[in-house]
């Protein structure tokens, strides 16, 4: 047992507690050391330093919400201070420990004058309220203070205007002044009585209530109820119970309307989408049918298992409404597989619905909303879904190119051109379908049509440079054909066609091939004329000598025949970094000619090299150039700028990737160990340091490497399953993935897909083998494999001919 | 969330005339020089149900709920107004002053 220590006898340690107790805001006991001091003698320091103590614990305890014992204390405080006259924290604490009598006794003997703050001037209109209620709170205090003064006659006015004795109301608070603790209620009680004939001006009333009034609140809700607004449920919660009632009682709200606040209520404190829900619907009456319908409908895709309570209240959802809601709870989980899935039950909800009733826009919508959920993770879906959905609603133009974009994505260029033609079709003005169907002609080297559609281009939309460009390379690349098969005469023709393209003369390229061809007719002054333009064009410096170059070797003459004819780039110059960005437009344009840009290149790379050492390029510039000369197969040229790019940026991953990507000249399967080990260093490094765009290219890279892989894997096979070795390599390795991750799917999912595939199937009961069976079945089929063809000992045929399973 | 209907103060089968005169009328209400914020609130709210295409895909694709306190604060708009009893009055007043003094700082 600890043993109780031994009591402090002289007064120097009782000095020396008090001390210690004081400064470890130990109130309690340093009270204690306070009064056996004075039990020893009576020093006025001591009674000081006690009256200290107890204001110091007083506050102390207040801060616990202890407010009857801090009144105590603070009592205590004041009897040994007898200066002490007023003090806010005291007043306030009397008021939390409900003590008004004590309050009055305060407010007796504080003068007026000492009550000047915020919270003494608050505290004097309270206390005139709380003597509205309480007359006897009165008594303490004398016959003129303000709070006595006024009291009668605002207690009258209140009696007036609850008997609606309106007449009078006027007279008696005309005899309250504006200095009076009543003044607001004098315009309050005003305000009120004028609701009934002229709301506006009561509102208006109501907004001169001080700014620092303890009646502003109450008076900015009752505002709201004379404009007519209703309360707003978090605001009506925050007052406190006497004003709910006076709130009630002043709207005349009836059973319905309290029973409404009372449910509202349980949402405030909970903010539970459930019980916000179940309000809703139980009310329903009240909120208005409509309203509620809306509101619980739009509120199932986030509480679903409300269904039942809401068919409960609404009748029946649709097929269609519980798979849309489905699907949109789906979305709301970021699940996008299961939301195409409802989307897809949605659809065929609306298709199983009667003609009459079968709205095909509302379809054709779902069906797009599918593709834009699906074209990222699931193309194949998404160009499905579009061509169903034109199928529906073929005038929806924007569907189209969707269409022709995704089929150029998933390497489908035949039905992405099919597409394309539908649409011009439709519409054959439109430029964005136009200008679609000229890039595609031109990939597809179909020139003729893709400068038909460019001239159509043109004709709709006057200032489209993108077909303006395309005509006139179209133009040059004809004249460049024509000059080397000896067609001088022709050549100039295409030139001439391309000329009005270009009238304020900005095409460097025309200007340079129209010079060569002066040059070629033995006009050596225009010659020189043109070259100089084309040169200047260009911009001089080395862009100027990379198209000099380059339009010379495309005519097939010899460098050093032209190089009189035009200013030549000094050996020493060093292009500075606006002229290597500007080389690389030139050398995208100049990709068809590969063994050409290569040539012109060529000639340029001691000036390129000593350039990249020295221009003031930034990271980003290096990458762009880096990427210009992989686009276009450059390796040479990309090789040197990825050298000179790794030993400016010795942490960064993409010129590690562009010189592993030159010295395989693009092609995955010719990494060496140590290009693919420094290719894993720079993906790591590109995810580190959050470079998403170089992580993406080595990522598709590795890819790459791992189809040729595939194919190598494939070819070696000496006998392929399921009968399959006439089967595409990509397809076999895509068929051998998917059947690996079957046995993964949970025997629900694997219901939910086959019973989409093939409905109607009895398919609870059957054993997971046979489900398993089924699934691999639907994933061949996915993949435009004959199973039954294939696997005939699990998908027999059903006879002669037929070439698919027991499916169909 | 307030819907595009609610925003525009419009019917739900509201048609495409409708809706852009409580477009305009709106906009004149909240010009975008003087509360840019609310101006773009209207003009989203307009782009999503301007024509019946975006009017169905509205009530495909979107859930916003009407706001929930929008909803109950209309059904309890007050229809005619009622004086309550002195007691009432003078004891909303004294009990709303001291929950409002324990407030003010001293």
Request: aromatic content about 8%; overall charge neutral; some cysteine.
């Amino acid at each position: 047992m600890k043993s109780k220590p031994a009591p402090i006898t002289s007064l120097d340690q009782l000095e020396t507690s008090v001390r210690m107790a004081l400064e470890r805001h130990q109130f309690k006991e340093a009270i204690g050391f306070y009064k056996d001091l004075l039990k020893r003698e009576r020093r006025p320091e001591w009674e000081q330093g006690l009256a200290g103590a107890y204001r110091e614990r007083a506050l102390q305890v207040a801060g616990k919400g202890m407010f009857q014992e801090a009144v105590v204390l603070w009592e205590n405080h004041a009897k040994l201070s007898p200066q002490t006259v007023y003090s806010d924290a005291y007043a306030g604490w009397l008021l939390r420990a409900g003590q008004f009598n004590k309050l009055a006794d305060l407010l007796a003997k504080t003068p007026v004058e000492l009550l000047q703050s915020l919270f003494g001037r608050r505290l004097l209109e309270a206390f005139s309220l709380l003597a509205l209620q309480n007359d006897k709170l009165l008594l303490p205090l004398p016959a003129e203070h303000p709070i006595v003064k006024h009291h009668a006659i605002a207690r009258q006015a209140i009696n007036a205007y609850a008997a609606g004795n309106d007449g009078i109301i006027d007279e008696i608070i005309r005899q309250i002044p504006s200095r009076s603790p009543y003044r607001n209620v004098r315009t309050l009680l005003k305000a009120l009585s004028l609701v009934e004939k002229d709301r506006a001006s009561a509102s208006q009333l109501l907004e001169k209530i001080d700014e620092d009034s303890l009646c502003e609140p109450f008076a900015l809700v009752l505002r709201q109820q004379i404009d007519l607004l209703g309360p707003k449920p978090s605001i009506f919660f925050g007052l406190t119970p006497k004003q709910q009632s006076f709130i009630n009682k002043f709207n005349a709200y009836g059973k319905a309307q309290l029973n409404l606040l009372k449910d509202a209520k349980k949402f405030i404190n909970s903010q539970s989408q459930k019980i916000a829900f179940e309000t809703v619907l139980d009310h329903r009456t009240l909120l208005g049918e409509a309203a509620s319908r809306r509101y619980c409908l739009a509120a199932l895709v986030e509480y679903p298992s409300g269904t039942v309570s809401y068919e409960r209240g609404f009748g029946k959802l649709s097929e269609f409404d519980r798979q849309r809601i489905l699907a949109l709870n789906a979305e709301t989980q970021r699940d996008y597989y299961t939301a195409v899935d409802r989307w897809h039950e949605a659809t065929d909800a609306l298709a199983r619905r009667p003609a009459q009733k079968r709205d095909p826009l509302d379809e054709a919508l779902i069906h797009r909303h599918i593709a834009d959920l699906s074209h990222v993770p699931e193309p194949e879906i998404a160009v499905k879904a579009l061509e169903k959905s034109l199928a529906l609603d073929p005038d929806d133009k924007a569907s189209y190119s969707s269409l022709v974009r995704l089929y150029e994505e998933i390497e489908e260029p035949k039905a992405a051109q099919e597409w394309l033609e539908k649409g011009l079709k439709r519409f054959p003005r439109d430029v964005e379908l136009l200008q679609s169907a000229m890039n595609a002609a031109s990939r597809r080297k179909a020139f003729k049509r893709a400068a038909t559609l460019a001239r159509n281009l043109l004709e709709i939309d006057p200032i489209n440079t993108h077909a303006r460009q395309f005509l006139i390379d179209a133009h040059i690349g004809h004249a460049r054909k024509q000059f080397r098969a000896g067609r001088i005469d022709l050549a100039r023709q295409e030139l001439e066609q391309a000329r009005p393209l270009d009238p304020h003369r900005r095409n460097a390229a025309l200007s340079m091939l129209e010079g060569l061809l002066a040059h070629a007719a033995q006009d050596e002054e225009c010659a020189a004329g043109l070259l100089a333009e084309g040169w200047r064009i260009a911009g001089g410096g080395i862009c100027a000598q990379f198209l000099s170059n380059f339009e010379t070797l495309c005519l097939d003459l010899p460098l050093s025949k032209t190089a009189r004819l035009m200013p030549v780039l000094d050996k020493n110059h060093v292009a500075k970094r606006q002229e290597l960005l500007g080389l690389i437009k030139l050398i995208d344009s100049s990709a068809g000619e590969k063994k050409r840009l290569s040539d012109a290149l060529e000639k340029l790379r001691p000036t390129l090299k000593k350039s990249y050492k020295q221009a003031e390029l930034s990271e980003d510039d290096f990458f762009n150039l880096c990427q210009s000369f992989a686009r276009s197969a450059q390796y040479v040229s990309l090789g040197d700028c990825a050298l000179e790019a790794s030993k400016r940026f010795h942490s960064a991953a993409a010129p590690v990737y562009f010189a592993v990507f030159a010295s395989c000249k693009g092609v995955a399967k010719r990494l060496s160990p140590m290009d693919e080990r420094h290719l894993e260093l720079a993906l790591d490094r590109a995810h580190r340091g959050k470079d998403h765009r170089i992580a993406v290219m080595i990522e598709n890279f590795f890819q790459q490497l791992d189809e040729s892989l595939d194919e190598d894997f494939v070819e070696g096979l000496p006998h392929l399953p399921f009968g399959g070795n006439d089967m595409d390599p990509r397809t076999m390795v895509e068929l051998m993935k998917r059947m690996l991750e079957i046995p993964k799917i949970s025997r629900e999912e694997m219901i939910r897909r086959i019973s989409r595939a093939q409905p109607g199937l009895p398919l609870k009961g059957m054993p997971d083998d046979s489900l398993m069976d089924m699934m691999l079945l639907i994933t061949m089929e996915e993949l435009g494999l004959d199973a039954g063809e294939m696997m005939p000992n699990l998908f027999p045929t059903q006879g002669p001919g037929k070439k698919s399973s027991k499916f169909r | 969330m307030q819907t595009p209907y609610e925003i525009l103060d419009v019917a739900e089968d509201a048609g495409d005339e409708s809706i852009k005169k409580a477009y305009l009328s709106k906009v004149r209400e909240y010009p975008p020089e003087k509360n840019a914020e609310a101006f773009q609130r209207i003009r989203i709210a307009f782009e999503q149900i301007q024509t019946d295409k975006q009017r169905r895909k509205y009530r495909l694709f979107h859930h916003e709920k009407p706001e929930f306190e929008a909803l109950i604060r209309r059904s309890l708009r007050p229809e005619a107004f009622q004086r309550p009893d002195a007691e009432t009055f003078i004891g909303a007043l004294a009990e709303g002053a001291i929950d409002e003094l324990l407030k003010t700082p001293h």
